[in-house]
């Protein structure tokens, strides 16, 4: 998977990818299930956390309601990926998910929010590796 923009929200994640092989809905399965357990693992052993049991309860309530889980759930399964099919579609998406911080009142320039690709496309150098579009 290439990785063209990111951005982390406290309730959501967006992502602009690419599959290198294969169809991008088995990549986004992958992501999520890789995903899902590697922060469910950090949930359940990061003692400090105050809201640990509460999060964990969330995804166990969340999972019980649903016969594909087995235990806990911590994405949406209802959400599917795009395709995006011209250049002007993708400069539109990236500047939407870029300014998804801004317009929710946590910052007022995208290129200051840490879990964004935003700053690499302001010059600067982002927390993640990306490919730029």
Same mark, same amino acid.
């Given at each position: 998977?290439?990785?063209?923009?990111?951005?982390?929200?406290?309730?959501?994640?967006?992502?602009?990818?690419?599959?290198?092989?294969?169809?991008?809905?088995?990549?986004?399965?992958?992501?999520?299930?890789?995903?899902?357990?590697? @922060?469910?693992?950090?949930?359940?052993?990061?003692?400090?956390?105050?809201?640990?049991?509460?999060? @964990?309860? @969330?995804?166990?309530?969340? %999972?019980?309601?649903?016969?594909?889980?087995?235990?806990?759930?911590?994405?949406?399964?209802?959400?599917?990926?795009?395709?995006?099919?011209?250049?002007?579609?993708?400069?539109?998406?990236?500047?939407?998910?870029?300014?998804?911080?801004?317009?929710? %009142?946590?910052?007022?320039?995208?290129?200051?929010?840490?879990?964004?690709?935003?700053?690499?496309?302001? %010059? %600067?150098?982002?927390?993640?590796?990306?490919? @730029?579009?």
């Amino acid at each position: 998977m290439e990785i063209y923009c990111w951005c982390i929200m406290p309730s959501h994640v967006h992502l602009i990818f690419r599959a290198k092989n294969g169809d991008p809905g088995e990549v986004l399965k992958s992501f999520k299930t890789f995903t899902s357990k590697a @922060l469910q693992k950090q949930i359940e052993e990061n003692i400090q956390e105050s809201r640990k049991d509460w999060m @964990l309860s @969330l995804m166990e309530q969340a %999972g019980a309601t649903n016969s594909n889980v087995k235990n806990r759930q911590f994405w949406q399964q209802n959400n599917k990926p795009i395709e995006l099919w011209s250049a002007d579609v993708i400069d539109q998406k990236v500047e939407y998910i870029h300014n998804n911080p801004v317009a929710s %009142g946590f910052i007022t320039e995208a290129h200051h929010w840490k879990y964004s690709s935003a700053a690499d496309y302001s %010059g %600067g150098k982002g927390v993640m590796d990306i490919d @730029l579009v």
